[in-house]
């Protein structure tokens, strides 16, 4: 049945109505607080434990914001014949809230999950300058990033945790194993060692008679 003619206008006027008929409230803002989504993206924060200076989210900010300075560090050898291992040492990390355009392409592509969004947005200053957060207060940020949502128990386990679950029983399976080996190996050896005496004996009563 073909739909009636001015269906779709009749619909849009019904809410055009409703929406006339209701009072329009404005939150007082800053003593109202608006009610924001828990994943807004208000600042950047930052764990600088999972940071490795890798520089993927510097050069890939289209903005140029990212500011990140580093030294290389010589560790000795722990082993011996082992050769000392360098490792980059973050010196700096600050990111220009004045030039960031908030995309989140920074976070998206960290592979060592050292940026987080929070939902704070009340870091206006009266300085421009004040608006380039060093790691400092990048890290002051990170205790308002709200945790992460509860995993939906009927999804499927990610391909990580089966994987490095696989590779634990694997290991367990071979310990089992040399396990169940080292106890059976005494036995094998007494039973034959009881194997070869037996014809010792029969020969030297033998030789006896």
Not at 66 to 75: A, F, G, N, P, R
Not at 159 to 176: G, N, P, Q, V
Request: charged share 25%.
């Amino acid at each position: 049945m073909a739909p009636l003619p001015g269906r779709g206008l009749a619909k849009g006027l019904a809410v055009t109505l409703r929406t006339m008929t209701r009072r329009s409230v404005t939150a007082q803002y800053p003593e109202v607080q608006p009610e924001l989504p828990p994943r807004s993206r208000g600042v950047i924060g930052l764990l600088e434990e999972n940071c490795t200076v890798c520089m993927l989210c510097a050069r890939e900010c289209p903005d140029w914001c990212i500011y990140i300075d580093s030294h290389k560090e010589t560790l000795p050898a722990t082993d011996p014949g082992a050769r000392a291992r360098t490792r980059n040492v973050l010196d700096r990390f600050a990111i220009d809230f004045s030039l960031c355009m908030y995309c989140g392409i920074c976070i998206e592509v960290c592979p060592f999950d050292a940026l987080f969004w929070s939902p704070e947005f009340e870091y206006a200053e009266t300085d421009i300058l004040d608006l380039t957060h060093e790691r400092d207060r990048l890290r002051e940020w990170m205790w308002t990033v709200p945790a992460p949502p509860a995993l939906d128990p009927s999804a499927e386990e990610p391909k990580e945790i089966a994987a490095a679950r696989k590779a634990a029983d694997k290991l367990a399976t071979a310990a089992a194993a040399a396990r169940t080996a080292s106890r059976t190996a005494p036995e094998t050896e007494g039973a034959t060692g009881t194997a070869t005496a037996v014809p010792a004996e029969s020969t030297e009563e033998q030789q006896d008679k």
